[in-house]
């Protein structure tokens, strides 16, 4: 049975930081392509930022670039998401997907909640 279960959400100031954990079971985590999405209320699920199977590439929003990092730890079949400098716009459900490389299958996590507000 594949599990995603993300955790390290929270409620944080604006310009506070944040790093989101995804732990994945039940697959073979180094032949995914891994990613964090957010959804906020009202608004659709955004892809926030994306790792390569070999952790050798990421990309990110442009909303998120130079504060957000993705990173993987294919030992502990753990994908991260620092989150930096977090602004009220940054307020959603952070959500991990798991895509397999040169396939279709992919998996969701439940998601985790982050609230940035004073």
């Known amino acids: 049975q594949v599990q995603l279960v993300e955790s390290g959400g929270g409620l944080v100031q604006p310009g506070g930081s944040l790093r989101l954990s995804c732990a994945v079971s039940?697959?073979?985590?180094?032949?995914?392509?891994m990613s964090w999405y957010r959804q906020a209320p009202g608004k659709e699920r955004e892809l926030v930022a994306g790792i390569t199977d070999t952790g050798g590439s990421t990309n990110y929003a442009d909303s998120v670039k130079g504060r957000f990092t993705i990173s993987r730890d294919n030992a502990l079949n753990t994908v991260y998401l620092q989150m930096n400098s977090l602004s009220p716009e940054d307020t959603a459900m952070y959500y991990c997907n798991a895509r397999m490389v040169r396939s279709t299958t992919n998996y969701w996590g439940r998601g985790t909640q982050v609230t940035v507000s004073s």
């Open positions: 039940g697959l073979t985590f180094r032949w995914y392509v």
